[in-house]
T-cell receptor, first 115, second 110 residues
C-alpha cells in the first residue's frame, strides 16, 4: 500500500531558528500533499495544500511567510517553519494520496519543540 | 465550511466489550475516512467509506450519506484498540482535503 514518510520525527530548536520538515511518498507519485497541525489532545487542522510545481494554497489564518511549503517533485514536499517561536511548537503531519484516489495516507508526524 | 461532530468525546470500556462511535457531518460528502491515532501520533486509515457498509475483522463502519452520519463499530474490544478515533470528511470539489472531527478517545481497560 501507499506509504508516506516524514522526517524528522522529532526536532527541538531554539527560538528564532528555522526548521525544515520533509514529507515523501515512497511508492507512489503525489501531485498534491496536505500539511496538518495538531495541538496536544486536539484535532488535526489543515494548514495548506501543497501542489507540485506551483504555489501552495494556505488555509485562512495560516501565515504563508511563516510556514513555507515547497513541493519540488512528485514525491517530496517540505514545510519550513521560519523564525520559530515557542507557540509554533506542535505536531505537524503530512498526507498524500495516489493521484485520482480519494484515500489519504498520513505520515507518522513530526513533533516540533521550540525552546 | 463543512462541520464534523464526533460522539462520544471519551469512552472507557472493559476488554471484550462492544462500542459504537458516531460521526455527524453538516453537508454532502464524497469522501469519508475513519482513522485510529496511536499513542505515538501515527494515523492509521481504518476505512474509506463515503457510503455503505464495510467490515474488517472486529471493526466495521456504516455511512448513511443521505442522513449525514457514519458509525464505527468495534466488537470484542482489546487494550490495543485504545487511542483516538477520528472521522474526516471531504466534500465535492475538494474530496482529498479532509476536515477532521475532534475525535473520540477510547480507553480499553484489561
Amino acid at each position: 500500500g501507499a506509504v508516506v514518510s516524514q522526517h524528522p520525527s522529532r526536532v527541538i530548536c531554539k527560538s528564532g531558528t528555522s526548521v525544515k520538515i520533509e514529507c515523501r511518498s515512497l511508492d507512489f507519485q503525489a501531485t498534491t500533499m496536505f500539511w496538518y497541525r495538531q495541538f496536544p489532545k486536539k484535532s488535526l487542522m489543515l494548514m495548506a495544500t501543497s501542489n507540485e510545481g506551483s504555489k501552495a494554497t494556505y488555509e485562512q489564518g495560516v501565515e504563508k511567510d511563516k510556514f513555507l511549503i515547497n513541493h519540488a517533485s512528485l514525491t517530496l514536499s517540505t514545510l519550513t517553519v521560519t523564525s520559530a517561536h515557542p507557540e509554533d511548537s506542535s505536531f505537524y503531519i503530512c498526507s498524500a494520496s495516489v493521484t485520482g484516489a480519494n484515500v489519504l495516507t498520513f505520515g507518522a508526524g513530526s513533533r516540533l519543540t521550540v525552546l | 465550511g463543512i462541520q464534523v461532530e464526533q460522539s462520544p468525546p471519551d469512552l472507557i470500556l472493559q476488554e471484550g466489550a462492544n462500542s459504537t462511535l458516531r460521526c455527524n457531518f453538516s453537508d454532502s460528502v464524497n469522501n469519508l475516512q475513519w482513522f485510529h491515532q496511536n499513542p505515538w501520533g501515527q494515523l492509521i486509515n481504518l476505512f474509506y467509506i463515503p457510503s455503505g457498509t464495510k467490515q474488517n475483522g472486529r471493526l466495521s463502519a456504516t455511512t448513511v450519506a443521505t442522513e449525514r452520519y457514519s458509525l464505527l463499530y468495534i466488537s470484542s474490544s482489546q487494550t490495543t484498540d485504545s487511542g483516538v478515533y477520528f472521522c474526516a470528511v471531504g466534500s465535492q470539489g475538494g474530496s482529498e482535503k479532509l476536515v477532521f472531527g475532534k475525535g473520540t478517545k477510547l480507553t480499553v481497560n484489561p
